[in-house]
């Protein structure tokens, strides 16, 4: 199958700006050869910033922080010695490895393959695309399995429909990323988010409180609104784009479920329930060993933190359990042969991986992600919109989409960029709690178009799968389309909350009382 664009789709301005975005991203080198160079561009600019003196301010700390060159005696022998720590560090290598370990184990004995084919002809076609970009979102509650799990899923479910795999992937990577601060229940972003504003706002107030739902009407309601535009762009814009699948991976035939295929999915069903029952023992009842004596919430529970285990666990247990009745698995041989071979299909991301890992600790070791920030914040500060609420919030969206692009991990933005936000913007009247959502705006829809953030080879590695071409500029070209309309219709909705004035969350106020 060809990545070129020209597939049937209609020669629109916006279909023609991103086939020039696509071709110019694919006339890059291979990705694993662009971060290589990235990362030594990163080291000769750390160079000569740091001897032209570039610094600022942190406003945390209020501490100087300068370029560091990594070209220094001290930088070189930094990059020596931590190149294999840098790999082993990549947050997203072990997270994926050790979830397509178990995951691998259910595609390899049959069990997704049934599984697509019992939900595919069983659900109404017109429904899959919103449950796709809607199970995306609400997938964020569970910090990084979606990406590991729904978005491989969801390029397999729309292949079993005889629909281009990238289709699915595109929808659940919108769902996934660029919907990444939407969802109708409070997750451990938000608890972590609320602590940052918090402290930021002790600033001009040490008795100010903002807790975990601080967001929680607006994010409610954003869950639907991706949800809609996610849909929309995914059918009239990346359906017509992609055109007809004609690649060589071969799909699951929707035929009726073998009586095997029923025996393995009774025995699948039959190991997950109890499992699923362990698990809600473990950490609902009193004193369960899921939970945490210190901290009994369920957001703070075993469950929530190794969620990776469970996936892993959910994976392997009901796939070895299909195997055996479906009759796809002998031994512990083809146990141990299904996850040799999902680690072969893991081969290209794992050399990805490498040299990704170096470019962004590079890149953070620079500190240029965070002069980035600081001058940018600076800047918007000096807009002179002090008393104009709708364009200074759209300003702090912008700029948080902007830098989103330099540093993907919400907490570390929002570590850096409170100090100087939340007390800035308190003192002009504003409510924490609505600058933390602008922020939350502009950090999520960016996301899914920066190869900066961390799960983006990995990504890449899924659409590999059915066309070993794709390259970033496909990837990109496919996602932007719901970059640009998740920021024009999130921050739309963030304009008319504002002006009727309705609170972001349980007493969470848009602005602070006189």
Same mark, same amino acid.
Request: glycine share 8%.
């Given at each position: 199958?060809?990545?070129?664009?020209?597939?049937?789709?209609?020669?629109?301005?916006?279909?023609?700006?991103?086939?020039?975005?696509?071709?110019?991203?694919?006339?890059?080198?291979?990705?694993?050869?662009?971060?290589?160079?990235?990362?030594?561009?990163?080291?000769?600019?750390?160079?000569?910033?740091?001897?032209?003196?570039?610094?600022?301010?942190?406003?945390?700390?209020?501490?100087?922080?300068?370029?560091?060159?990594?070209?220094?005696?001290?930088?070189?022998?930094?990059?020596?010695l931590?190149?294999p720590?840098?790999?082993?560090?990549?947050?997203?290598?072990?997270?994926?490895l050790?979830?397509?370990?178990?995951?691998?184990?259910?595609?390899?004995?049959?069990?997704m393959?049934?599984?697509?084919?019992?939900?595919?002809?069983?659900?109404?076609?017109?429904?899959?695309?919103?449950?796709?970009?809607?199970?995306?979102?609400?997938?964020?509650?569970?910090?990084?399995?979606?990406y590991v799990?729904?978005?491989?899923?969801?390029?397999?479910?729309?292949?079993?429909?005889?629909?281009?795999?990238?289709?699915?992937?595109?929808?659940?990577?919108?769902?996934v990323?660029?919907?990444?601060?939407?969802?109708?229940?409070?997750?451990?972003?938000?608890?972590?988010?609320?602590?940052?504003s918090?402290?930021?706002?002790?600033?001009?107030?040490?008795?100010?409180?903002?807790d975990?739902?601080?967001?929680?009407?607006?994010?409610?309601?954003?869950?639907?609104?991706?949800?809609?535009?996610?849909t929309?762009?995914?059918?009239?814009?990346?359906?017509?784009?992609?055109?007809?699948?004609?690649?060589?991976?071969?799909?699951?035939?929707?035929?009726?479920?073998?009586?095997?295929?029923?025996?393995g %999915?009774? &025995? !699948?069903?039959?190991?997950? *329930?109890g499992?699923?029952?362990?698990?809600? $023992?473990?950490? @609902? /009842? +009193?004193?369960?060993?899921?939970?945490?004596?210190?901290?009994?919430?369920?957001?703070?529970?075993?469950?929530?933190?190794?969620?990776?285990f469970f996936?892993?666990?959910?994976?392997?247990?009901p796939?070895?359990?299909?195997?055996?009745?479906?009759?796809?698995?002998?031994?512990?041989?083809?146990?141990?042969?299904?996850?040799?071979?999902?680690?072969?299909?893991?081969?290209?991301?794992?050399?990805?991986?490498?040299?990704?890992?170096?470019?962004?600790?590079?890149?953070?070791?620079?500190n240029?992600?965070?002069?980035?920030?600081v001058?940018?914040a600076?800047?918007?500060?000096?807009?002179?919109?002090?008393?104009?609420?709708?364009?200074?919030?759209?300003?702090?969206? %912008?700029? &948080? !989409?902007?830098?989103?692009? *330099?540093?993907?991990?919400?907490?570390?933005? $929002?570590?850096? @960029? /409170? +100090?100087v936000?939340?007390?800035?913007?308190?003192?002009?009247g504003?409510?924490?709690?609505?600058?933390?959502g602008?922020?939350?705006?502009?950090?999520?829809?960016?996301n899914?178009?920066?190869?900066?953030?961390?799960?983006?080879?990995?990504?890449?590695?899924?659409?590999?799968?059915?066309?070993?071409?794709?390259?970033?500029?496909?990837?990109?070209?496919?996602?932007?389309?719901?970059?640009?309309?998740?920021?024009?219709?999130?921050?739309v909705?963030l304009?008319?909350?504002?002006?009727?004035?309705?609170?972001?969350?349980?007493?969470?106020?848009l602005?602070?009382?006189?």
């Open positions: 199958m060809s990545s070129a664009p020209a597939r049937s789709a209609p020669a629109s301005p916006l279909q023609r700006f991103l086939n020039i975005v696509e071709r110019a991203g694919n006339a890059l080198p291979h990705p694993a050869t662009l971060f290589a160079a990235l990362a030594i561009l990163v080291v000769l600019l750390s160079w000569a910033l740091a001897r032209l003196g570039v610094q600022v301010i942190n406003p945390g700390s209020g501490k100087v922080v300068a370029v560091v060159n990594l070209l220094s005696a001290e930088g070189i022998q930094r990059m020596i931590e190149l720590r840098n790999f082993l560090a990549y947050p997203p290598l072990g997270i994926s050790t979830c397509m370990l178990g995951i691998g184990i259910a595609e390899y004995t049959g069990l393959g049934a599984m697509l084919r019992l939900f595919v002809l069983n659900s109404p076609a017109r429904l899959i695309t919103p449950m796709v970009v809607f199970a995306g979102v609400m997938s964020n509650a569970g910090s990084e399995v979606g799990l729904l978005i491989p899923l969801a390029a397999a479910l729309y292949h079993t429909l005889g629909r281009h795999p990238l289709l699915g992937l595109a929808a659940a990577f919108a769902g990323s660029g919907g990444y601060s939407a969802n109708l229940v409070v997750g451990s972003v938000d608890v972590l988010l609320a602590g940052l918090e402290a930021a706002a002790h600033i001009m107030d040490p008795a100010y409180t903002v975990a739902f601080a967001n929680w009407y607006f994010m409610g309601a954003s869950t639907f609104l991706i949800t809609a535009v996610g929309w762009v995914t059918e009239k814009i990346v359906a017509p784009r992609l055109g007809d699948y004609r690649g060589e991976t071969k799909r699951e035939e929707l035929t009726p479920l073998s009586s095997a295929e029923k025996r %999915l009774w &025995a !699948a069903g039959s190991v997950t *329930l499992l699923t029952l362990l698990v809600l $023992w473990g950490t @609902l /009842a +009193p004193g369960g060993f899921l939970t945490d004596p210190e901290n009994p919430s369920f957001l703070e529970s075993y469950f929530i933190r190794g969620l990776i996936i892993f666990v959910f994976g392997l247990l796939g070895i359990a299909y195997g055996a009745a479906a009759g796809t698995i002998k031994n512990d041989h083809d146990v141990m042969g299904g996850m040799t071979a999902t680690m072969k299909s893991m081969a290209s991301f794992i050399v990805l991986a490498f040299f990704a890992a170096q470019f962004i600790f590079y890149f953070n070791w620079t240029l992600g965070i002069i980035t920030a001058s940018g600076e800047f918007i500060q000096h807009l002179g919109l002090e008393h104009m609420p709708l364009p200074l919030m759209l300003a702090l969206v %912008l700029f &948080a !989409a902007a830098v989103n692009l *330099l540093i993907s991990s919400a907490s570390a933005k $929002w570590a850096l @960029l /409170a +100090p936000f939340v007390p800035m913007f308190m003192l002009l504003y409510s924490p709690e609505l600058v933390q602008a922020f939350r705006v502009g950090d999520s829809v960016t899914i178009i920066t190869p900066l953030m961390s799960y983006f080879p990995l990504i890449l590695t899924f659409a590999h799968k059915y066309d070993p071409r794709t390259g970033i500029g496909t990837l990109i070209a496919t996602m932007l389309p719901y970059s640009i309309f998740f920021l024009i219709s999130w921050t909705l304009m008319a909350w504002i002006a009727l004035g309705i609170p972001m969350g349980p007493g969470a106020p602005f602070l009382a006189k």
